[in-house]
């Protein structure tokens, strides 16, 4: 095994070093704190009583499990865990819904399809009790797609809740939990990077001990309990009939035998009766907005700007997906004119159009359909503005500000381009391995392709490493390298993370060694989640989330039993022995696979900083 | 002088102490009794990456987003994220205060940074700001005073907080920041950060003049 000084390293970071506070669970209802978006999230589940929660790291949502994990040291009812991936993590809260739990799980955008399988399988059967909080990326600052996680909801039919403000998001996570056991069915919070990066002072509630501490229990049922095949209905399947009696269609001599819930017309009257929506400015308004989330924040602000709050009525929703359908009526009724301002997809804007087509003289609706919100990027009070602004029929005010803003931008455009890039961290373990395979790879003959991965090793497609030539996303690497192989063009290397291979690159290799994939395979393993702030996994630290020792499982004793053609571990720093290692492991045909060991060095030098305070105290 | 809507950028890159300094400084106005509301975009671990902070307070703020040409104050801790922000943030009357340290890899200033223009000392970044008609650019050596006072180089932060503090822009007490500052820095920093952000307010003052 490949050893270096710092390999041992068992520390985990203090959670009040990072975007969350070891401090959010006490019963203090009434005071308020400074929080960030993702202390928020958690003091939302602790006042719910969550008892299990669980996430795979990801932009804006990986620190609420430190806030949750410390909180656990006073909480013990609490299992709080880092997962492998985001569907272990859904089944995980969803185990625990289906144990009378409330039970929370977290995901960046790009975690989100992840899940779609036990989601879209379990959406339908009455679980109550469980909050997905999705990180969604407008504009893709953090993420590789600019995908919109209320569309993958949809997938499921499962609401969805959108909060504005930081008081809103841990009001509105507390009260996910009450929505999703009302309508039994999981339901989603979605945040943006905006808002989940972002802190402000934010009321503390009562916290419900009695719910948290409540003894679990199980339905063992096959018509009534947990089964995405229930044991009932001819002609029809058991799987139909639940989808059957979401929308009404039901036959009664089977709606009696089942559960009651989940039915549309239970959400939908939800979405009608959400705390979370509210409707201000001037009822006789002719221009009405309907807004969500963030945005409805950047709307205000629009608002504010153009002086226009008695000219303008605006409908904030709570739930957006469903939209509520009784308050969305009545503005298209009352108003002439309808702005839909949301961001990333049109969500709201095409629910609002459907709407609008039973609702005699309903108003003309602006968005995204019109062109005149875009769909990419922060939708802005500077975005909005003058978009209001036309629609008002007066100037905007902001129009001199707008143009020398534009004249700035195409001085940076022209004068200073921006090539992105980014480099490894001075000492980092990954700078050599990357390195050395691109100068192997372009030494022999052959197409020298190099297939990357997400991790702190995707930076290696940029100059002056270059080595890898596509990038898609979580453990994609391997897989796209195994096509390269089979469409003929000789070994194919790939390179992936510790914490991607135990996320799904197990199962790309076993597809490699199974389907006889001519690949090298080049682990970089940092002994964390380093990318997305050094959170253990598997295969690192031997801790839980919450710091109990755990099984730390060896990448080589994992990998070994797979029947790999070729497997060696080497020291990352040794220059040498990885060059003769890529050589050897580049002549094997088949699968071959080289681990390069050596702990993150912000994590080392982190641990130096560490010891030294302690030496001086 | 206190002033009623302070917008605030901190920038520079991943690991230079960017989120520190919003920290420092949400907590400070919190506790000043002023509404404050903030976004931070940490970009990912590694460095290089741009990381920035915009901090909002005034009674009127709705969002911790600032809008272009609109930051009261922009406090960047690497001379290119500095323009880079600045440029889209600032306005003619936004104080600017840069660190005038590059950090450079592979010999350059920023490997991103290449022809047509190649920035090669701190007065290339107060020329390109002047060219878009933001003429209060006060680099301070924060880097070197960070080394001389706190004796490390990450210190840079602090120093600049204080040069910040010293141009009049922030609506906060200087004993205000300094208790925060002792009690968020990390480890055993407290004091010498505190030193640190002293230290800004005299390099502003030598640089600038200052209401220190």
Known sequence: ?617 | MMLSTANIVVVGQAGQGTILVSKILVTALHRSGRRVLATEYPAITHRYAITSAHIRSGEGVISPRIRPRQASAVLGLEPFETLRAGLLLAHPDTVVVTNDTFIRVEGEPNHLLKDPIAVEAVNDVVDAFAQRGIGRVVPIAASRIALDVIKHRAGANMVLLGAVFASGCLPLERDMLEEVIIELAPRDTGPRNRDGFRAGIDAYAAVAGGAG
């Not at chain 1, 819904?97 to 799980?105: D, E, K, P, T, Y």
């Not at chain 1, 509520?324 to 609002?352: D, N, S």
């Not at chain 1, 700035?408 to 980092?428: E, I, K, S």
């Open chain 1, 1 to 617: 095994m490949a050893k270096n000084p710092s390999y041992q390293i068992k520390e985990l970071v203090d959670p009040s070093q990072k975007f969350a506070s070891a401090d959010i669970h006490h019963d203090r209802a009434g005071e308020t704190a400074i929080f960030s978006c993702n202390d928020a999230v958690a003091r939302g589940a602790i006042e719910a009583g969550v008892r299990v929660a669980a996430c795979y790291p990801g932009a804006p949502v990986s620190y609420v499990i430190d806030a949750l994990a410390a909180a656990a040291a006073d909480l013990p009812e609490m299992h709080v865990e880092w997962s492998a991936n985001e569907k272990c993590a859904y089944e995980t809260a969803l185990g625990a819904a289906m144990a009378g739990v409330r039970s929370l799980c977290l995901m960046k955008n790009v975690g989100v399809p992840w899940i779609l399988d036990p989601l879209a399988s379990t959406s339908m059967v009455g679980v109550g009790g469980l909050v997905i909080v999705a990180g969604d990326d407008p504009g893709a600052e953090t993420t590789q797609a600019e995908l919109d996680c209320r569309n993958l909801a949809r997938f499921g039919e499962v609401p969805v809740l959108e909060p504005a403000n930081l008081q809103e998001v841990k009001d509105a996570v507390r009260y996910a939990f009450e929505l999703s056991e009302q309508v039994a069915m999981p339901v989603f919070v979605r945040i943006t990077v905006r808002q989940g990066y972002s802190r402000a002072p934010v009321t503390l509630g009562v916290i419900d001990h009695d719910r948290r501490t409540a003894a679990a229990h199980f339905t063992k049922d096959v018509v009534k309990g947990w089964t995405g095949y229930p044991a009932i209905g001819w002609p029809e399947t058991g799987t139909s009939l639940l989808h059957k009696r979401f929308h009404g269609e039901a036959p009664r001599a089977y709606l009696d035998l089942m559960r009651p819930l989940p039915t549309e017309a239970g959400v939908l009257e939800a979405a009608d009766s959400c705390p979370f929506n509210h409707r201000s400015g001037p009822e006789t308004a002719k221009i009405a907005i309907i807004t969500a989330g963030f945005a409805a924040l950047e709307v205000e602000e629009a608002l504010d700007l153009l002086d226009a709050r008695a000219e303008v009525a605006v409908v904030k929703l709570g739930l957006t997906y469903p939209v509520p359908p009784l308050l969305v009526a009545e503005t298209l009724a009352r108003h002439a004119q309808i702005l839909v301002i949301e961001e990333t997809e049109p969500v709201i804007e095409e629910q609002v159009r459907v709407l609008a087509s039973e609702v005699a003289g309903a108003a003309r609706i602006h968005g995204k359909k019109t062109g005149r919100i875009p769909y990419s990027g922060e939708i802005t009070s500077d975005v909005i503005l003058p978009v209001l602004a036309e629609l008002l029929g007066r100037p905007s005010p902001l129009a001199t500000e707008a143009e020398a803003h534009h004249q700035t931008l195409d001085f940076v455009r022209t004068r200073l381009p921006f090539l992105v890039g980014g480099q490894f961290c001075a000492g980092c373990p990954e700078t050599a391995p990357t390195r050395v395979l691109r100068e192997v790879l372009d030494e022999l003959p052959g197409e020298g392709i190099a297939c990357g991965d997400s991790g702190c090793g995707f930076v290696a497609q940029y100059a002056p490493i270059s080595l890898a030539n596509t990038f898609v996303c979580m453990g994609a690497g391997l897989g796209v390298a195994t096509g390269i192989s089979h469409a003929g063009l000789g070994k194919v290397a790939a390179v992936m993370g510790d914490s991607t291979f135990f996320h799904n690159g197990i199962v790309e290799l076993i597809n490699a060694v199974y389907n006889r994939a001519n690949v090298l395979l080049l682990i970089l393993d940092n002994k964390s989640s380093a990318e997305t702030g050094h959170q253990p996994h598997p295969g690192a630290f031997g801790l839980t989330a919450t710091r109990k020792p755990t099984k730390e499982l060896s990448l080589e004793e994992v990998i070994r039993p797979l029947q790999v053609d070729y497997l060696k571990a080497v020291d990352s720093y040794d220059v040498k022995g990885l060059r003769q290692t890529f050589l050897e492991a580049l002549a094997v045909e088949g699968v071959s696979v080289v681990i390069a060991t050596g702990t993150c060095a912000l994590i080392v030098d982190r641990h130096r900083k560490d010891a030294r305070a302690k030496e001086n105290a």
